[in-house]
């Protein structure tokens, strides 16, 4: 039965917000699950002007929404906005999930690093953190949630590799407080080939790779055999990062685990009920 015919007076809505909106498969994302669990509800794309953003949580809370996604350009101006943010979203700077309480308040929430760590360890199962370092590629916003996520899930040290590197030093900067005795080193991008030696996970979270992006240029041959290798892109599935990985033995996980382990935690917060990444999922968000 299509969810639209079960939608009611009693629905429990959420939503995305982003400017632009478009390009987002988080609809498709949420509205599979609603489907999937047959529950009374709507998640509804808002492509929201950045001068607008306050007026527009302040509207969804009013109309009745349990919370919504808040994606670019909103997740550090979000944090403006809210009546409370969890830990995770402190220190990360960012949120992504926004939860209306039953007592109106506002909760922001950064699920980003929740969602890398549970398609890691689902796509390559025996990594551990204290396997060894940890190279980044990237200083967004990605790079910042995965940092803390890796972090805190013990990894001893992370190597931060920026075009820019006044960007890569004022990250370290903010990481290295955080944990004081890890190692948070910052890596010239001339030197990122190097720094790949010893390293037990890579992890690409530019842009580089990406469809209607330049290509990532990075020679694995200093790699460890055993280091798995991430590339938060998921256009395509399959990036030339991947692929030369994959073809010299290295373990590899694709993006889109990240995006759909990212959304379980507002959707249970939402729609309560804890839904499930399985392999029909990702095709469906695929077809998109």
């Not at 101006?77 to 999930?97: K, P, Q, W």
């Not at 690093?113 to 396997?131: E, K, M, V």
């Not at 790949?196 to 790779?209: H, K, M, Y």
Request: proline content about 6%; some cysteine.
């Amino acid at each position: 039965m299509s969810n639209v015919t079960r939608l009611s007076g009693a629905a429990k809505l959420a939503g995305v917000m982003g400017w632009p909106i478009e390009h987002s498969r988080s609809p498709r994302l949420h509205g599979y699950w609603l489907d999937h669990y047959e529950i009374d509800g709507a998640y509804v794309p808002f492509a929201v002007r950045p001068e607008r953003l306050e007026a527009a949580i302040g509207g969804l809370r009013a109309l009745g929404f349990r919370g919504c996604n808040v994606t670019i350009p909103h997740k550090e101006d979000v944090l403006l906005f809210v009546d409370e943010l969890s830990e995770t979203a402190r220190r990360i700077g960012a949120a992504n999930t926004i939860i209306f309480d039953d007592d109106g308040r506002t909760l922001g929430d950064n699920t980003d690093g929740f969602g890398f760590i549970a398609s890691l360890q689902g796509g390559a199962s025996r990594w551990r953190a204290s396997d060894g370092p940890a190279v980044l590629l990237g200083t967004g916003g990605a790079a910042r949630a995965i940092s803390v996520a890796l972090l805190d899930a013990g990894v001893p040290s992370i190597r931060l590799i920026n075009r820019t590197p006044e960007r890569a030093e004022a990250l370290a900067a903010t990481l290295r407080p955080m944990m004081p005795g890890r190692a948070i080193d910052v890596v010239a991008w001339n030197e990122r080939e190097a720094a790949l030696e010893g390293a037990s996970l890579l992890v690409n979270t530019t842009s580089l790779g990406m469809t209607g992006q330049p290509p990532l240029d990075l020679r694995l041959d200093a790699l460890p055999a055993g280091a798995v290798v991430v590339d938060i892109v998921y256009s395509p599935l399959t990036t030339a990062l991947l692929a030369a990985a994959h073809a010299r033995g290295n373990p590899i996980v694709d993006g889109l685990g990240m995006l759909l382990h990212q959304a379980r935690p507002g959707f249970a917060a939402w729609f309560g009920q804890d839904p499930e990444v399985t392999d029909d999922l990702r095709h469906a968000v695929l077809a998109a």
